[in-house]
């Protein structure tokens, strides 16, 4: 019974190519999000949905694209991958309140 | 603006020792505080929080931490440190009436020696 859980768990993929990472999340939060860990550990927020609409959009390259199909999901799709773009991405979900998040087992992209 | 600052990037102990790693934050309005714990490999689970209840808060595994108002502080403690517990350790802090977004420190590598 994963709470949060991304799909895939590792993407090794060419400088230009395009990829998508899935989220979902089975615990009926309103609010999901993307953090970014680089190589030294940090945690960066990328975006944050609530009920399927965007409401954070940190400077991020528009080469990423979120989308949210229902509020159970937010996928990550990524244009014309570069080298900077590897890290491991972490979708994360929040309940009302957003008193806690709640973190999926991370993507880890390696971009060659 | 919520940040939270996390001092020593490393914290070395032995095991059975005390363990301290430190979380200042700021923040205009009462926060909330948490501290996530990372294993090798894996997604962050929360170790505990604070929520404007207890100051001192309990969490899993034997931590506890204490939200010092005037310190500015909620440092992360455990009395007797184990082997298992070597991981990335992360503050954070939501700013309450917000984005309600969490901001998180940029984590302390705890490394437990036998």
């Known amino acids: ?112 | 603006a919520q940040s939270v600052t996390q001092l020593g990037s490393h914290v070395s102990v032995s095991e059975g020792a005390l363990v301290l790693l430190r979380c200042n934050y700021s923040s205009s309005v009462p926060p909330y505080l948490f501290w996530y714990v990372q294993y090798p490999n894996q997604g962050l689970q929360l170790l505990l929080k604070y929520t404007s209840a207890a100051t001192l808060v309990k969490g899993i595994n034997g931590f506890e931490a204490e939200f010092k108002k005037s310190e500015t502080s909620f440092h992360l403690t455990k009395p007797s440190a184990h082997m298992s517990d070597a991981a990335e350790y992360f503050c954070a802090v939501i700013q309450s009436g917000g984005s309600y977004i969490p901001t998180f420190g940029r984590g302390t590598s705890l490394i437990v020696h036998p």
């Open chain 1, 1 to 112: 019974d994963t709470a949060v859980s991304q799909t895939p768990k590792y993407l090794v993929t060419q400088m230009g190519n395009d990829k998508s990472i899935k989220c979902e999340q089975n615990l009926g939060h309103d609010t999901m999000y993307w953090y970014k860990q680089d190589s030294k550990k940090f945690l960066k927020i990328m975006f944050s949905y609530n009920n399927k609409e965007l409401i954070i959009n940190e400077t991020v390259p528009n080469r990423f694209s979120p989308k949210s199909p229902d509020k159970a999901h937010l996928n990550l799709h990524i244009n014309s991958l570069e080298l900077g773009d590897s890290a491991v991405y972490f979708c994360a979900s929040s309940p009302p309140g957003n008193t806690e998040a709640f973190f999926g087992q991370g993507t880890r992209l390696t971009v060659v």
